[in-house]
């Protein structure tokens, strides 16, 4: 059961970070589909939610000058997956964004709510290391920008530091050259496996190659095995190189057991995903 | 069997209680209160099995909020073992537990989180004990004996199975069969002999378990989420040594049953709370808690069938090991059910089926939609299929074969097959190409797959195919059932029945049939029910017999209502003086000459004063039409397409069609959608659903590790009815609502065959499990 708090909804983000820096047993609130699930769970014990929702700057998607695309920590899974920005940078985001947990997650869970808990078994986190996403952060002390290997350490552990709230996730700008592709299977509500693919060309074949493997081990990590094996291919080539893909995609990368399915299979399954995103960015390269 | 049912019979009305439940009007167990309520939470067992050294409550009895710390040790003037087969159910563990999550404590406190808090202050010291959770590995020399000494028999009857002590964790063994076996085998063109393994289950239902108690001058008030009201007031009768007049049942609306919610379940623990407490206390269970209190019956069912070359049976043997956890609930039914059940609807000269229900540490198994046949036809069924494929015989053909005839009968004594099977598997062909979908290669080809040389499907996802199974199965239904009618001065009617609406409908159906009997109204027709203080007896709402033996209690009790209106009426009106007018009864009243009387006026012209009423009273027993058993087969055939990603072994739906063989669909769109229901469960099972334990903890206890089907998953589907008036229900109905879960599982595992060639026989037929086999048999 879930125990009695005391709900803060302070109107700034320095309200609320002087709130959480202040309180105690206290911590930040957005969607709750994580944190009021382990609450009433009893994993984790709060006097005191400090409301992030009315907080503007935590809010929407922007495009930036620079070509980064801006998403407020506080977005939806809903906001991403139907915004017309993140469309037509990464379509293969805002596809995801479309399919993770169900629709009462999407409608009220956030980016960065889902980045903040590191739940192992999660999509996002793998597509925004493949991009190499930066992550904005401000605490008491000031601001800092982190990636996601940096900020993720591991299984529910993140870098963040007390009364610090993650404010936004930078994207970078998508070149024309890139396709970036995911896959994901779920069989229970979390995935067994959440592949991200992306690929760069330059005239007929792949001139870089980043695969990243998520929600089969603590954290999402980039199988370099199997996006050394990538770089260099012709696009003629790529088809056969994506059947030549190592089971396991990378010998360094762990695949660990969940409770109904077995370390063994997602690394197949996982292997497979990869094998047929790759195969949907040649695709889609050829239609370029 | 009237020739043509009189309205609103065999009409889709809208559900009477639809606008009540989704304006939230409608009030469940939890929505109730009583003046003076605590609140109960229960410190379970961390252990699968284990000696309870001591109980310390002291700090937990002086914490604040604290009403009352119970532990069996304050329970010596209660029964503390209850159960339906045998009882062996400690209310609280007696100085043993048995499996994780078992109630060991109950806190009751002035609120939830006083009680919660408690709870962590409570000192159980605990040996653990060796534990099994497999049910075979549970019956070896060397395991661990869950029950020391025997248990007596439990609340139910008119059962032969009888409790049998073999080995300290056989609870019961149970055998059905007849003819000569060895001949049956002897001459055989084709024996099949292979092992089905049908998994734990959780009956997921919206409402999880709850329900609130009170002890007062009258006896004990007890509110639940339950199935069967009567059944919960005999076991508190007992546990409680009160007369059944003093313990007062009552059930409001019930948010999903499945099986799950019958017999006692929480109801003697709150009302031991309540009695320590003084105090009403409601107890209320979270999900997590309720899938360690009742699940399904796993069971390993080796199965031999013995076949002529033209895929005629001559003979089936089966060995069924079924897994009830530690407490015997209603596990020796299920067992008994399994064993008759894995024939199937078929004629065999020779059958020698053997159940074993076997006790282990999971949690306890109770009912579960289906009663052991969702087991048994997943074995069944898919050998047939293999048989076909081996005998190179359509399947479908094959079962033609064997199926029985209207008429005749699964063994001897067992009532005529009232269904005509080989129509409904026809139908659902019919119904299966007629179901939207993508359009399919293979479809209505359903020879033998051809060996595919491995990887050849490599990318090109699925491998498509259609299968199809049969469920025949005896209805578990007992007729034990009362109802009263009461038609009031107005003409308007009241129907007190001891029937629980759980969302199947079933009050809607109960009020067709008695507006229908009655020739009134359906808006003028009122139902009571559930409540043990208000309504007549009804044994249980479960097997599918609300519709044909309530129903019948139904109109049997509307006859009666108009055999004394129409005694009345010939009292009244039956003579102008010396002569004797004709009384006509018809639709709702009487005509004397060419004039009408209806049931209103008639009341009211007998009291004289304007008021008064008319009871007619209505029982079903072991009698007449109802002599026979099974009552009635529960027969529904389900037609699957699928395809088949070789690379993940991951399944996809299509389409799926259900043919529910009901005799007569009171109201046919409830009908419809209780198979769509039952075939919607059956596909959760058959792809996913399963309760797993490591380390004698059951490991995906929850909604995220296990996961039911949401409508997202539904494939396109198609339900049809078969209505031929041939059961012993009102019209010619037969219950509905279990049968079209039955066949899912081995229709699906049948459609993956023909698609890939390979056969699954362990369900739920998971992408891992499909890719493994695919990956053993293309190596």
Redesign the interface.
Same mark, same amino acid.
């Given at each position: 059961?879930i125990?009695?708090f005391t709900l803060h909804r302070p109107a700034t983000l320095d309200e609320a970070i002087a709130l959480v820096h202040g309180l105690p047993e206290a911590t930040f609130y957005r969607g709750g589909t994580e944190l009021l699930q382990v609450m009433k769970?009893g994993f984790a014990r709060f006097e005191h939610l400090v409301d992030l929702k009315p907080i503007a700057e935590l809010q929407g998607v922007s495009a930036g000058e620079d070509g980064w695309i801006r998403i407020g920590a506080g977005a939806t899974h809903r906001d991403i997956s139907s915004s017309g920005i993140v469309a037509r940078a990464y379509p293969a985001f805002a596809a995801l964004e479309c399919r993770l947990a169900?629709p009462r997650v999407r409608n009220v869970g956030s980016l960065g709510g889902n980045l903040c808990f590191a739940e192992p078994h999660s999509d996002p986190a793998a597509f925004l290391l493949a991009v190499d996403a930066r992550l904005e952060l401000q605490g008491p002390t000031g601001r800092r920008t982190l990636t996601v290997d940096e900020f993720v350490l591991d299984a529910l552990t993140t870098d963040l530091r007390p009364a610090e709230v993650l404010l936004a996730i930078l994207l970078p700008p998508a070149p024309d050259d890139e396709i970036v592709t995911c896959e994901r299977?779920a069989? !229970?509500?979390?995935p067994a496996a959440s592949v991200t693919c992306r690929l760069r060309f330059e005239d007929d074949h792949v001139s870089d190659a980043r695969i990243v493997v998520g929600a089969v081990a603590d954290r999402p990590a980039v199988a370099r095995a199997a996006s050394e094996s990538l770089r260099g291919v012709r696009l003629d080539e790529l088809e056969e190189a994506a059947r030549s893909l190592p089971d396991g995609l990378d010998p360094l990368l762990r695949y660990e057991d969940?409770?109904?399915?077995?370390g063994e299979?997602k690394a197949?399954?996982a292997t !497979?995903l990869v094998?047929?995103a790759v195969?949907a960015a040649a695709e889609a390269r050829h239609g370029i | 069997m009237n020739a043509v049912p009189p309205p609103p019979i065999g009409m889709s009305v809208p559900r009477l209680d639809a606008r009540a439940k989704v304006t939230g009007e409608a009030t469940y167990t939890i929505d109730l209160g009583m003046p003076g309520m605590c609140h109960a939470r229960v410190l379970r067992s961390p252990y699968p099995h284990a000696r309870i050294r001591s109980i310390d409550v002291e700090a937990a009895r002086r914490a604040p909020g604290v009403v009352a710390v119970v532990s069996a040790a304050d329970l010596s003037d209660v029964d503390l073992l209850y159960g339906h087969a045998v009882r062996d159910h400690p209310i609280l563990a007696v100085e043993r537990v048995r499996h994780v999550g078992e109630p060991v404590v109950g806190v009751v406190a002035e609120d939830l989180l006083a009680a919660e808090e408690a709870l962590e202050l409570v000192e159980v010291d605990y040996e653990p004990l060796p534990f099994v959770i497999d049910a075979v590995e549970a019956l070896a020399d060397d395991a661990p004996a869950i029950h020391a000494g025997s248990a007596e028999r439990g609340a139910y009857g008119g059962e032969r199975e009888a409790i049998q002590r073999a080995h300290p964790n056989l609870c019961t063994r149970i055998e059905h069969g007849w003819g000569d076996m060895e001949a049956a085998f002897g001459g055989a063109a084709l024996v099949l002999d292979d092992v089905y393994e049908y998994p734990m289950a959780y009956a997921y239902a919206m409402e999880p378990y709850v329900a609130i108690a009170a002890f007062d001058a009258h006896g004990l008030t007890v509110v639940t989420s339950a199935q069967h009201a009567f059944m919960v007031q005999a076991e508190l009768s007992r546990c409680f040594h009160l007369p059944l007049s003093a313990v007062r049942v009552s059930i409001p609306y019930v948010g999903g049953g499945y099986g799950s919610k019958s017999y006692s379940k929480i109801e003697p623990l709150t009302a031991a709370l309540a009695l320590r407490a003084g105090r009403p206390v409601r107890l209320a269970l979270s999900i997590e808690e309720s899938m360690i209190t009742a699940r399904s019956a796993s069971a390993r069912i080796r199965l031999a069938t013995a076949f002529d070359a033209d895929g005629r049976i001559r003979g089936r043997r089966a060995t069924c090991w079924v897994n009830g956890g530690p407490y015997a609930e209603n596990t020796p039914r299920v067992a008994g059910r399994m064993a008759r059940r894995v024939g199937g609807p078929y004629r065999i000269p020779a059958l020698a089926a053997e159940a074993l229900a076997v006790y282990t540490n999971a949690a306890p198994a109770g009912s579960y939609r289906g009663l052991g046949a969702p087991q048994g036809v997943f074995a069944g069924e898919s050998q047939l299929d293999e048989a076909a494929a081996r005998l190179g015989i359509d399947p479908l053909e094959l079962r033609r074969r064997n199926l029985l005839r209207p008429g005749e009968r699964a063994w001897p004594g067992a009532r005529g097959m009232d269904a005509d099977l080989v129509d409904d598997l026809r139908m659902a062909e019919e119904t299966l190409s007629a179901t939207p979908g993508p359009a399919s290669g293979r479809d209505g080809d359903p020879a033998p797959a051809p060996a595919r040389p491995a990887g050849a499907a490599a990318l090109a996802h699925g491998a498509r195919g259609t299968g199809f199974a049969v469920g025949g199965s005896d209805a578990g239904a007992e007729p034990t059932s009362s109802a009263v009618v009461r038609v009031l001065a107005d003409g308007s009617v009241i129907v007190l029945t001891g029937s629980s609406e759980l969302g199947q409908g079933s009050s809607t159906v109960l009020a067709q049939i008695a507006a229908g009997e009655l020739g009134v109204d359906l808006s003028q027709v009122r139902l009571v029910r559930s409540d043990t203080a208000l309504v007549s007896y009804d044994r249980s709402t479960g097997a599918s017999r609300t519709t044909p033996i309530m129903g019948l209690a139904i109109q049997r009790a509307a006859a009666d209502a108009r055999q004394v209106l129409v005694g009345w009426a010939t009292a009244l009106h039956g003579r102008e003086g010396d002569r004797v007018l004709e009384v006509v009864e018809e639709r709702g009243g009487v005509r004397v000459g060419d004039r009408h009387y209806g049931w209103s006026r008639i009341i009211q012209d007998w009291f004289g004063d304007g008021a008064g009423e008319v009871v007619g009273r209505g029982y079903v027993r072991r009698d007449g039409v109802t002599a026979e058993l099974p009552l009635f087969w529960e027969v529904a055939v389900i037609g699957i397409d699928v395809s088949v990603d070789e690379e993940l072994g991951e399944i996809h739906v299509h389409r799926l069609a259900t043919v529910g063989d009901v005799g007569c669909a009171i109201n046919p769109q409830l009908a419809e959608g209780q198979d769509a229901g039952a075939a919607m469960m059956g596909l959760g099972v058959a792809l996913r659903e399963e309760l797993r334990y490591a380390d004698g903890s059951l490991v995906n206890g929850n909604l995220f590790e296990y996961r039911v089907p949401r409508p997202s998953d539904l494939p396109e589907l198609c339900s049809a009815l078969a209505e031929r008036g041939d059961g012993v229900g009102p019209y010619g109905a037969k219950g509905g609502g279990e049968g079209s879960l039955n066949p899912v599982a081995p229709a699906l595992a049948n459609a993956v065959f023909w698609a890939t060639g390979v056969r699954m026989r362990e369900a739920p037929l998971t992408p891992e499990r499909v890719w493994r086999a695919l990956r053993r048999a293309r190596s």
């Open positions: 059961m125990r009695p769970m169900n299977r069989f !229970v509500e979390r969940d409770p109904t399915i077995s299979y197949h399954l !497979v094998r047929r195969l | -």
